[in-house]
């Protein structure tokens, strides 16, 4: 979903020295032009100027609610847009960008109404078309979706993320010839776009195409030499250079990457990996008052942070995504938030913590041994960490898979945990969320520093 700042204001020639004074149009277009080259200062205050004078200028209201919703501020956005609407109510543009900032704000249902609204208005409103088709899927209408996925390509089939979003949506119905089908030909559209390329590989190493995935990742790390995540996936794919860990550059490109759809895309999955984490500290802790200084470890974009709360005096969110950490900062409940890779983060905090948890974030690391050490060293004696690994059943200690994530066995798990001097209280199993149809399982650890 992307805003646009193309509808509403045509392009009238530049205004020259000594030419008479700045008409609103005129006025609008140095605002906008400003922001479609990321001056946001410039922009805003041009955007508030016209306001100020003409406080019912639909396209000011329209592109200013742009800007903030670009900025982080979604419910000035939405205000204002709103307020566009009432002026301009026939504009299938501004509906649109309405339905982008209230899916971000996690109300999907007033998204889908503004999205319809954008087709009624123009029926080959792609792009809305193409959102609601996202939206439904949030709202697990997949049926629909799919449909509505269908009509999008069907009336523009050179519309790229329409083919992905199709993609994408099949693959998780477990329909990968399908898929593949889909984003090669999104991948024939935009031959280098870095996502399409990511679901291809996935729909290949998913049917065990391993050389059609890597070809293409080849040709990735090739015309992209500094490409982290072509370089770890083609290591994932094809077993050569493992890294023992993801690095922090992949990961934060990765979370940046999906950020603003992050929460939507993980309840299509059905993702429990905060709610078990929670549930295990529940059971270890009163309900409240337990006044605990509590490091959420990976926070990502805060889901536990609700959840930890009520056990917290004191409670830290870290994590390596920028955008993500924006997003945790909307949810709120976290006393600070910092970007941090966690080991460092673990370093620099001695002794700082009764309590740490980490969902879903151990997953990019191979070796556990030096984060659960380093974990043990940020935490209080008696302190306890709770987190969550994918299981790992094929034999081996632990293994990157085509995913690019890391599984652990469980007497793996249980060995790293005593040679970090932490004592196992629980290692639960359970399934962490759905991919493909099928269960991703995982182990929910309890792990506590010896009292002295």
Not at 169 to 174: E, F, I, Q, T, V
């Amino acid at each position: 979903m992307q805003d646009t700042t193309q509808s509403g204001a045509p392009a009238p020639a530049e205004p020259q020295p000594g030419d008479h004074e700045l008409t609103p149009q005129e006025a609008l277009e140095i605002a906008v032009r400003a922001h479609r080259s990321g001056d946001v200062a410039v922009a805003e205050a041009v955007y508030d100027r016209i306001l100020a004078v003409l406080p019912d200028y639909a396209d000011a209201l329209h592109f200013s609610g742009i800007l903030r919703h670009q900025t982080n501020r979604p419910r000035d956005a939405v205000r204002l847009i709103r307020r566009a609407i009432e002026i301009e109510p026939d504009d299938a543009g501004m509906h649109n960008n309405l339905g982008n900032v209230l899916f971000e704000l996690d109300r999907p249902d007033l998204a889908l109404q503004a999205y319809e609204m954008a087709i009624v208005l123009e029926p080959g409103h792609i792009d809305a078309r193409n959102n609601l088709g996202v939206v439904l899927r949030a709202l697990r209408r997949v049926d629909e979706a799919e449909a509505v996925y269908r009509e999008a390509v069907d009336l523009e089939p050179r519309h790229r993320e329409a083919w992905d979003n199709l993609g994408r949506l099949l693959s998780g119905r477990g329909r990968i010839k399908e898929a593949i089908a889909c984003h090669v030909k999104a991948l024939e559209l935009e031959p280098a776009n870095a996502g399409t390329r990511r679901f291809l590989v996935a729909a290949y190493a998913a049917t065990d195409e391993k050389e059609r995935a890597l070809a293409i990742l080849r040709k990735w790390l090739a015309d992209e030499p500094n490409s982290a995540s072509a370089r770890h996936l083609i290591a994932a794919i094809s077993g050569e250079n493992v890294p023992e860990r993801a690095s922090d550059r992949y990961v934060e490109d990765l979370f940046n990457g999906f950020a603003a759809s992050f929460d939507h895309k993980l309840a299509r999955l059905d993702y429990r990996a905060p709610e078990l984490v929670a549930a295990a500290v529940a059971a270890l802790y009163p309900a409240t008052g337990a006044g605990l200084a509590i490091l959420d470890a990976g926070c990502g974009t805060g889901l536990c942070g609700p959840m930890l709360r009520p056990f917290a005096g004191h409670l830290v969110g870290v994590d390596l995504s920028g955008k993500m950490l924006e997003k945790a900062a909307q949810r709120g409940g976290y006393d600070a938030l910092d970007r941090a890779e966690l080991t460092q983060y673990f370093a620099a905090h001695p002794g700082a913590y009764d309590l740490i948890v980490s969902a879903d974030t151990l997953c990019y690391f191979g070796p556990l041994e030096t984060v659960l050490a380093l974990a043990r060293e940020a935490l209080r004696p008696g302190g306890r960490f709770v987190f969550s690994v994918e299981a790992e059943t094929g034999g081996e200690p632990y293994r990157l898979h085509s995913h690019g994530r890391y599984s652990h066995a469980r007497g793996y798990v249980e060995q790293a945990a005593a040679a970090a001097g932490l004592r196992l209280e629980a290692l639960e199993p359970a399934a962490l969320r759905m991919e493909r149809g099928e269960p991703v399982h995982g182990l929910i650890v309890t792990a506590r520093v010896p009292a002295p």
